[in-house]
């Protein structure tokens, strides 16, 4: 070799498969030819090459029937590519070596329109991309190792049927990625500590993961990471797999760290027997930390499905376990309380059932329980009737049935709420239309016993009492009593009554009140109060009982009904018609604790009720008879949909302070999400309910 000069390539030609030759002949092997070292290395016959000694520069293989055996060599340093197989070649067999960081291109880069080509015991270091692959079938890749790329270990795009067993893809941008790929099969793979991604599909269909293994992605990295994701694909299967440490170190509001991504318009995949833990953000972040995601986004407010009770609908509530299943409540002679299933696939409100609370008789308020056994109703009692009177639902049949009710005469319970547990009832009363009371009830569920425990005057008339979900406060909002009115009332489980803990200003009468599923938020509607605003959120600090005021938006005429989606990142409002839209969302921001108009749409005027359902899908609303209807639904979040997460394990999914990080997201009314094991994250679950009782008309989740 002469000073300064690249090292010189040798090829060895062994010919055992040239093309043509029959099985048997006696033609003898080829003898070994070398390659020139200042000129690119084209093999152009089919035959058996293997190297002799480390190589420099670029190998082309434009020729089929070709294995090219590194020998345990290396080629590195090449102008463009290590290995460049040429369009439409097949039957092309490289082996058994190193490719090392050519100047400006891929370890092995596979052209169009080849087929057959296997890549078996290579190691490819500091690419662009490790192994790239386009338009291309029946491609095998085994037990090879993709360290260091820039961007993609293995990448794939418009490639089908073939098969990846056995890899290892580290430190590298993503480990493995398809981009509208079909029926390819990829088995016991490793993607370890890469920045973005272990494995990546995109608008991919009908692939198989068994049994991969993705650990340790994102670390040290400021963007989102992911340990499996995929997009608006369809038949996608993760079976066996797992996802261990999937971390971010960025920290805004919109950044993720998420074990198992679906997103878009992922239709008819599955997450099966896998496994997630240790997806993490920094704590003192607002970036959140998932372990499944079936990522949501909200819609334009389409409108569904209407219906009517015939005179005005004062309140309505979706089940917190059943998917579709609602119940809407008011002002008919009978009848009042009508349940509804929602049929999400022919946009239709099936009436179920309608009970009676008395003729004549209102129904300003009801309630379902925790638990969704227990649907609670209160207003005036009509003939026969009951001012508070509390039913019971067969899961299987969705039909309620009495369980017990209280008549006190000319009291009207303007609102009612369940404590977490289903054992009290907190209702406003007022009787002969002026004296106003707060009444607490218990509930012996064995029995079906109700019993008034005590009442007060909250010195005003009392518009809307909401249990905190997982604190014993309740929230009371009413006209103005000492210049304020809304109050935060602890309720003692020794003495079972209520201690005024704080109190607000609204400016006006607050008519409605929700809480954020972790019990962080309160959110209040009204008259239009100080500074012209109805629309208000507060932070509840649960160790002084107090509220902060964080945000307020003008809705410019009352506003009646308000409600957080189950994710906590918006609020749904409806009331009277004032310049626009009488159906509102909010986006609220944990991290800068604001509310930001997202969507609006014509509802019932007024609108006196809404209700977003658990599952995200759906928003119901209620009110006033307009265009011969009272209620109706409005489509809200989109997911992923009819895709199975089944029997998986997912835990320590650990984040930010502000609650939004999940350990299983995603609706379970578009998709089959049921019999997982899902424990100590920061939260559980999102937009998953769990009840299982093999009757449902959907889908459930354990």
């Given at each position: 070799m002469k000073d300064c000069r690249l090292t010189v390539a040798f090829l060895v030609l062994v010919a055992l498969c040239i093309a043509g030759r029959l099985p048997g002949s006696n033609q003898e092997a080829v003898a070994p030819q070398a390659i020139d070292e200042f000129s690119p290395s084209v093999i152009t016959e089919s035959g058996h090459y293997k190297l002799s000694t480390d190589a420099v520069g670029t190998i082309t293989i434009s020729a089929s029937c070709v294995t090219f055996d590194l020998n345990g060599y290396c080629i590195a340093n090449g102008t463009t590519h290590g290995i460049v197989i040429n369009n439409n070649a097949s039957q092309v067999i490289v082996r058994n070596g190193v490719i090392s960081s050519p100047i400006s291109g891929n370890g092995i880069e596979i052209a169009s329109g080849c087929d057959g080509v296997t890549v078996r015991n290579i190691r490819t270091a500091q690419c662009a991309i490790g192994l790239n692959v386009s338009s291309s079938n029946g491609i095998i890749v085994e037990n090879s190792s993709f360290i260091g790329s820039a961007n993609e270990g293995v990448k794939l795009t418009s490639c089908s049927r073939c098969s990846i067993s056995g890899c290892k893809s580290l430190q590298n941008a993503t480990g493995f990625s398809f981009d509208q790929c079909t029926d390819n099969n990829i088995y016991d793979c490793l993607a370890v500590n890469n920045s973005f991604a272990g494995y990546s599909l995109a608008t991919a269909s009908r692939n198989l993961f068994l049994g991969c293994k993705s650990l340790q992605i994102g670390s040290g990295s400021a963007t989102d990471s992911y340990g499996f994701i995929t997009e608006d694909g369809t038949c996608n299967s993760f079976d066996c797999c797992r996802t261990e440490g999937t971390v971010t170190t960025a920290t805004a509001i919109t950044n993720v760290a998420i074990g198992f991504a679906l997103k878009g318009a992922e239709s008819c995949s599955s997450i099966i027997s896998s496994s997630v833990c240790g997806t993490q953000t920094p704590s003192g972040g607002s970036s959140a930390a998932y372990g499944v995601r079936l990522e949501e986004s909200l819609s334009a407010l389409g409108v569904l499905a209407f219906n009517t009770l015939g005179a005005t609908a004062y309140t309505c509530q979706w089940h917190p376990k059943i998917c579709g299943f609602c119940t809407v409540a008011g002002a008919p002679t009978n009848n009042q309380i009508r349940s509804y299933l929602f049929d999400q696939k022919n946009n239709t409100l099936q009436a179920l059932q309608g009970l009676s609370h008395g003729s004549g008789g209102i129904i300003y308020s009801l309630d379902w329980s925790d638990d969704g056994n227990y649907l609670a109703c209160s207003g005036t009692s009509g003939s026969g009737g009951y001012d508070l009177r509390v039913y019971r639902l067969d899961l299987c049949t969705k039909l309620l049935s009495v369980v017990n009710g209280l008549n006190y005469g000319s009291v009207t319970i303007q609102a009612i709420s369940w404590s977490p547990d289903g054992n009290y009832l907190v209702g406003a009363a007022q009787l002969f239309g002026f004296l106003n009371f707060l009444v607490r009830?218990?509930?012996?569920?064995?029995?079906?016993?109700?019993?008034?425990?005590?009442?007060?005057?909250?010195?005003?008339?009392?518009?809307?009492?909401?249990?905190?979900?997982?604190?014993?406060?309740?929230?009371?909002?009413s006209?103005?009593?000492?210049?304020?009115?809304?109050?935060?009332?602890?309720?003692?489980?020794?003495?079972?009554?209520?201690?005024?803990?704080?109190?607000?200003?609204?400016?006006?009468?607050?008519?409605?009140?929700?809480?954020?599923?972790?019990?962080?938020?309160?959110?209040?509607v009204g008259d239009s109060g100080t500074g012209g605003f109805d629309t208000r959120v507060y932070e509840f600090d649960s160790s002084t009982k107090t509220l902060t005021l964080r945000d307020s938006q003008a809705h410019g005429a009352t506003v009646y009904g308000i409600d957080w989606s189950s994710c906590g990142r918006y609020v749904v409002t409806g009331g009277a018609t004032s310049g626009g839209n009488n159906i509102r969302v909010y986006s609220f921001d944990r991290s800068t604790k604001t509310l930001s108009l997202a969507a609006s749409q014509v509802g019932a005027s007024p609108t006196r009720s809404a209700s977003w359902s658990v599952a995200g899908n759906d928003i119901l609303v209620a009110g006033d008879v307009t265009s011969g209807a009272t209620h109706g639904v409005f489509s809200a979040l989109t997911f992923p949909s009819n895709n199975t997460i089944m029997q998986n394990k997912i835990s320590c999914v650990a984040g930010n302070s502000i609650g939004t990080s999940v350990g299983l997201s995603g609706s379970n009314c578009s998709n089959l999400i049921k019999n997982n094991h899902v424990y100590g994250n920061d939260r559980n679950y999102c937009f998953v309910s769990n009840v299982v009782d093999g009757c449902a008309l959907c889908t459930y989740a354990s």
């Amino acid at each position: 070799m002469k000073d300064c000069r690249l090292t010189v390539a040798f090829l060895v030609l062994v010919a055992l498969c040239i093309a043509g030759r029959l099985p048997g002949s006696n033609q003898e092997a080829v003898a070994p030819q070398a390659i020139d070292e200042f000129s690119p290395s084209v093999i152009t016959e089919s035959g058996h090459y293997k190297l002799s000694t480390d190589a420099v520069g670029t190998i082309t293989i434009s020729a089929s029937c070709v294995t090219f055996d590194l020998n345990g060599y290396c080629i590195a340093n090449g102008t463009t590519h290590g290995i460049v197989i040429n369009n439409n070649a097949s039957q092309v067999i490289v082996r058994n070596g190193v490719i090392s960081s050519p100047i400006s291109g891929n370890g092995i880069e596979i052209a169009s329109g080849c087929d057959g080509v296997t890549v078996r015991n290579i190691r490819t270091a500091q690419c662009a991309i490790g192994l790239n692959v386009s338009s291309s079938n029946g491609i095998i890749v085994e037990n090879s190792s993709f360290i260091g790329s820039a961007n993609e270990g293995v990448k794939l795009t418009s490639c089908s049927r073939c098969s990846i067993s056995g890899c290892k893809s580290l430190q590298n941008a993503t480990g493995f990625s398809f981009d509208q790929c079909t029926d390819n099969n990829i088995y016991d793979c490793l993607a370890v500590n890469n920045s973005f991604a272990g494995y990546s599909l995109a608008t991919a269909s009908r692939n198989l993961f068994l049994g991969c293994k993705s650990l340790q992605i994102g670390s040290g990295s400021a963007t989102d990471s992911y340990g499996f994701i995929t997009e608006d694909g369809t038949c996608n299967s993760f079976d066996c797999c797992r996802t261990e440490g999937t971390v971010t170190t960025a920290t805004a509001i919109t950044n993720v760290a998420i074990g198992f991504a679906l997103k878009g318009a992922e239709s008819c995949s599955s997450i099966i027997s896998s496994s997630v833990c240790g997806t993490q953000t920094p704590s003192g972040g607002s970036s959140a930390a998932y372990g499944v995601r079936l990522e949501e986004s909200l819609s334009a407010l389409g409108v569904l499905a209407f219906n009517t009770l015939g005179a005005t609908a004062y309140t309505c509530q979706w089940h917190p376990k059943i998917c579709g299943f609602c119940t809407v409540a008011g002002a008919p002679t009978n009848n009042q309380i009508r349940s509804y299933l929602f049929d999400q696939k022919n946009n239709t409100l099936q009436a179920l059932q309608g009970l009676s609370h008395g003729s004549g008789g209102i129904i300003y308020s009801l309630d379902w329980s925790d638990d969704g056994n227990y649907l609670a109703c209160s207003g005036t009692s009509g003939s026969g009737g009951y001012d508070l009177r509390v039913y019971r639902l067969d899961l299987c049949t969705k039909l309620l049935s009495v369980v017990n009710g209280l008549n006190y005469g000319s009291v009207t319970i303007q609102a009612i709420s369940w404590s977490p547990d289903g054992n009290y009832l907190v209702g406003a009363a007022q009787l002969f239309g002026f004296l106003n009371f707060l009444v607490r009830f218990s509930f012996n569920k064995t029995t079906g016993t109700l019993a008034l425990l005590g009442t007060q005057n909250p010195g005003a008339t009392v518009q809307v009492v909401e249990f905190a979900p997982n604190d014993w406060v309740v929230a009371v909002g009413s006209t103005t009593t000492g210049g304020n009115q809304l109050f935060i009332y602890e309720f003692d489980l020794l003495t079972e009554a209520l201690t005024l803990r704080d109190s607000q200003a609204h400016g006006a009468t607050v008519r409605g009140a929700a809480w954020s599923w972790d019990g962080r938020y309160l959110a209040v509607v009204g008259d239009s109060g100080t500074g012209g605003f109805d629309t208000r959120v507060y932070e509840f600090d649960s160790s002084t009982k107090t509220l902060t005021l964080r945000d307020s938006q003008a809705h410019g005429a009352t506003v009646y009904g308000i409600d957080w989606s189950s994710c906590g990142r918006y609020v749904v409002t409806g009331g009277a018609t004032s310049g626009g839209n009488n159906i509102r969302v909010y986006s609220f921001d944990r991290s800068t604790k604001t509310l930001s108009l997202a969507a609006s749409q014509v509802g019932a005027s007024p609108t006196r009720s809404a209700s977003w359902s658990v599952a995200g899908n759906d928003i119901l609303v209620a009110g006033d008879v307009t265009s011969g209807a009272t209620h109706g639904v409005f489509s809200a979040l989109t997911f992923p949909s009819n895709n199975t997460i089944m029997q998986n394990k997912i835990s320590c999914v650990a984040g930010n302070s502000i609650g939004t990080s999940v350990g299983l997201s995603g609706s379970n009314c578009s998709n089959l999400i049921k019999n997982n094991h899902v424990y100590g994250n920061d939260r559980n679950y999102c937009f998953v309910s769990n009840v299982v009782d093999g009757c449902a008309l959907c889908t459930y989740a354990s």
